[in-house]
C-alpha cells in the first residue's frame, strides 16, 4: 500500500511564501513523478508543477517564475516552494505520485488528502 502525505499550507499575506512538502512511503518500487496539483474553479484538479524521475519539471504558465518544485530521491520527497504567493493561489494543493508499487508492474497514480493554502490580501 502506498501512502501520500502533504504538508507545508497555511495562511500567508499575499507576497509571501510557503513551502509544501509531499512524502511518499510503503510498497513502492520506483517513482516515476511526482507533482502538485490545485483544485481550482473547474470540475478537475489543474497541474500546479510536476518533477519527472530524470529531473524534467513542468509548470502551468500562472506560477513560472515563483513556484519551484524539487526531488529529494532518497526520502521519496518532493517539495514546492511557492514565493511571491497572490490571493488566486488559495487553493488546496494535492500531492500525486505516479509510481509502480511492490508486486506490481505497472504504474499507478496515488494522491494525498491534500493540504489548504490561503492567501490573504
Known amino acids: 500500500q502506498v501512502h501520500v502525505v502533504e504538508s507545508g499550507g497555511g495562511l500567508v499575506e499575499a507576497g509571501g511564501s510557503l513551502r509544501l512538502s509531499c512524502v511518499a512511503s510503503g510498497g513502492i518500487v520506483g517513482i516515476i513523478e511526482m507533482g502538485w496539483y490545485r483544485q481550482g474553479a473547474g470540475n478537475g484538479r489543474e497541474l500546479v508543477a510536476s518533477?519527472?524521475?530524470?529531473?524534467?519539471?513542468n509548470y502551468t504558465d500562472s506560477v513560472k517564475g515563483r513556484f519551484i518544485i524539487s526531488r529529494e530521491y532518497g526520502k521519496n520527497t518532493a517539495n514546492l516552494q511557492m514565493n511571491n504567493l497572490t490571493p488566486e493561489d488559495t487553493d488546496i494543493y494535492y500531492c500525486?505520485?505516479?509510481?509502480?508499487?511492490?508486486?506490481?508492474?505497472?504504474?499507478?497514480?496515488?494522491w494525498g488528502q491534500g493540504t489548504q493554502v490561503t492567501v490573504s490580501s
Open positions: 500525486k505520485v505516479k509510481a509502480v508499487p511492490s508486486g506490481g508492474i505497472r504504474q499507478r497514480d496515488y
Open positions: 518533477i519527472h524521475t530524470v529531473g524534467l519539471t
